[in-house]
């Protein structure tokens, strides 16, 4: 696949997923509701590696690195994620992730020495400034207390701890660790780390059999987090994790799109302008730098 298709793929189907996600939360909690998710998508990856018959033994220091990009990525993250989406209006935790590309760009320079390109940052610093503009009205109806401070906390918790996350993915990467047995092992180890949260916490393994519990956990394990993973990771092993991370600029504008079929979301003039400043960023992160001259 293409970059471009790469991009589209990540944005398209994490774009869905924060419907989904709503089907999820109620009855069942945040943390067990996570666990059960990367429960089924391991299980389908290590099946789907035997079936293929790609290897799946590594030495301790590879397994080292895909405990921790699992731990990173697909558990502490993801219910920090959870809890956010419970006290806080979407915007605020869209705008978090839509910083993305400028953390994983500051990363990239601390824990790697990758020169900070500008024309990245500047993407950057527009996809955030049109997030912003995006949900301004939703920051009108923030109530001061300490559910919006907590909840701010884990969103800014969950976008940090993510963005770590994409560093170890690229250190993996560096060290030649094959992208599909990664993930299977990953979201093993990232399975045992949320059976250890939801034992720490005390939270009941409850389990909701209706239809639409199942199907989005269906639709979470198999499109959000293996294909949207799988498209991710093979994306930022091309274009590097601060322009990877651009993703989280553009998935929150598909998900008021799909909100405006299903949801009745009706865009205004600002919403239109932050879009505009959004993909104006998008241009920027995603075009080929100009050729030097020989």
Known sequence: MSVLQLFAACVAIWGSTWIA???????????VSVLYRFVLAAALLFAWCRAKGLPLAFTASQHAGMALQGVLMFSVSYVFTYYAEQTLVSGVVAV???????????????????????????????????????FWPEFARL??????????????AAVVISSFGSM?????????????????????????????IVLALGRPFAFEASA??????????????ILAFGSYLHLLGRVGAARAGYTGVIIPIVALGVSSLFEGYRWSLLALAGVAVSVAGNVLILRRPPAKAA
């Open 21 to 31: 996600i709503t089907f999820q939360l109620g009855s069942v909690a945040p943390e």
């Open 96 to 134: 978090g992730y839509s910083a993305s590309p400028l953390i994983n760009l500051l990363l990239m320079r601390v824990l790697f020495g990758k020169p900070m390109s500008r024309r990245v940052a500047l993407g950057g610093a527009l996809g955030l400034a049109g997030i912003v503009l995006v």
């Open 143 to 156: 109530e001061a207390g300490a559910g919006t401070r907590a909840g701010i906390f884990y969103a800014t």
């Open 168 to 196: 170890a993915a690229h250190r993996n990467q560096r060290e030649a660790i094959p992208i599909w047995q990664t993930m299977a092992w990953g979201m093993l180890y990232g399975s045992v780390a949320n059976l250890a």
């Open 212 to 225: 639409s519990y199942v199907i989005s956990l269906v639709y979470l394990a198999v499109f959000g987090s």
